[in-house]
């Protein structure tokens, strides 16, 4: 039997918690927060344009993580899909108690550069997989999931310093084993494009997505609430949009130290299926800020710059969408503290 627990029950970590669950030797237990009520009375409700309508009922539905530690279920896999921001709380400190160093292996679904260091900080011997979704999904209530569009996950065994010629030791042996087992289970879920990935390549998708996430996020919020598809149907917009995706992709394969891969869209590939996107979808952060919420700012935009600026490089186009909206959620938080 093989045992999941997830960390941050929201639209992607329940998501993928109710495909895993369709895997019969796969026992998915969650811990949850706001939803908890909802959840502990009716499990969660997905509404998916692929997989249908379905109750997903957890193996335990959990009210924090010492339910879980107390359990005394040795996790195999502790997955980790809560909002990305080191500047509001280290969420690897959640996990103290719930992993065992040399069996369970941490998978973070998250959006961002540089969101497994606290977690190979705070573990040093345990695995930690490296995950990037294109998926489209939002929790619209307590423990409803509305499964917009896509499915596709790409996971790769976190080893810094390896690369695909690297024959790595033993423990880079066993990472890569627990992320194929991993991407089968969702696989057997349904999730038929949940993709293996080496180290390497893993970060160099993670650089990708930057790129769309870096330029269309934070110039939502400062173009006062834009779609993607407004956004890229505006001339000046457009060449901002394009400005910003080349400046990620040309400083990308100078940090990692080797070209991207010629099968990733370019920017001009991305603009043209955003302008035909009429879906009127609006990137996450936007609805962060919509709701008063913290965005994703320091994983999206903070790192990359400081990950770059470490080997010499400057992204100006990045440093100041950064830097503007950095300040624009300030303000804002310190004009509600005032209320
Ligand atoms: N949604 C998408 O379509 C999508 C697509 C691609 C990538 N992503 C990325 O996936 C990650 C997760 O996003 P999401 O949209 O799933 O966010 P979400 O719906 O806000 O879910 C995050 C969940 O984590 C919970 N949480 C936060 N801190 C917790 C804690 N200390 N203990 C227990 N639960 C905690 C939240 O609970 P509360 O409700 O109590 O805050 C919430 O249920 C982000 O990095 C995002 O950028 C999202």
């Known amino acids: 039997m093989m045992n999941v627990l997830i960390v941050g029950a929201g639209a992607v970590g329940a998501f993928y918690a109710s495909r895993l669950a369709q895997v019969p030797n796969c026992q998915v237990s969650v811990v949850c927060r706001s939803n908890y009520k909802a959840v502990a009375a009716n499990g969660f409700k997905v509404d998916s344009p692929k997989y249908g309508s379905y109750t997903f009922t957890p193996h335990r539905t959990l009210a ?37 160093e040399g069996h369970t292996a941490i998978v973070l679904i998250q959006n961002g550069l540089g969101v497994e260091e606290p977690y190979t900080k705070r573990f040093p011997a345990a ?3 490296s995950a990037v979704t294109i998926v489209s999904a939002a929790q619209t209530e307590p423990g409803v999931i509305k499964h917009n569009r896509w499915t596709r996950i790409s996971i790769g065994p976190y080893l810094p310093g390896s690369t695909d010629t690297t024959i790595h030791n033993g423990d880079g042996k066993t990472a890569i084993e627990r992320n194929k087992t991993f991407i089968k289970a969702l ?29 269309m996020n934070p110039s939502a919020v400062l173009s006062n609430g834009s779609t993607n598809n407004a956004m890229s149907a505006d001339p000046e917009l457009h060449r901002h949009l394009k400005g910003v995706m ?20 370019t920017p001009e590939q991305i603009l043209k299926s955003t302008m035909k996107n009429t879906s009127g979808s609006k990137p996450s952060m936007l609805l962060d800020w919509e709701q008063g919420k913290k965005m994703e700012l320091e994983v999206i935009l903070g790192n990359p710059i400081r990950i770059a600026r470490e080997k010499g490089l400057e992204m100006p186009r990045l440093q100041s969408l950064y830097a503007l909206l950095r300040m624009s959620q300030e303000n804002r938080d310190k004009a509600k503290s005032k209320l």
Do not use: C, F
């Open 246 to 265: 080349e400046e990620v992709l040309s400083v990308a394969p100078k940090v990692l130290g080797t070209p991207l891969p010629t099968d990733l869209a």
């Open 64 to 100: 924090n993580p010492r339910e879980a530690s107390d359990s005394n279920i040795v996790w195999d896999y502790v997955v980790v899909s809560t909002k990305a921001l080191p500047d509001v709380s280290d969420d690897s400190e959640i996990l103290v108690g719930l992993v065992k």
């Open 187 to 215: 696989q057997d879920g349904g999730v038929k494009d949940a993709e293996d990935y080496s180290h390497a390549k893993l970060q160099m998708v993670r650089w990708h997505k930057i790129a769309i996430n870096a330029s």
């Open 127 to 129: 695995t930690v997989l």
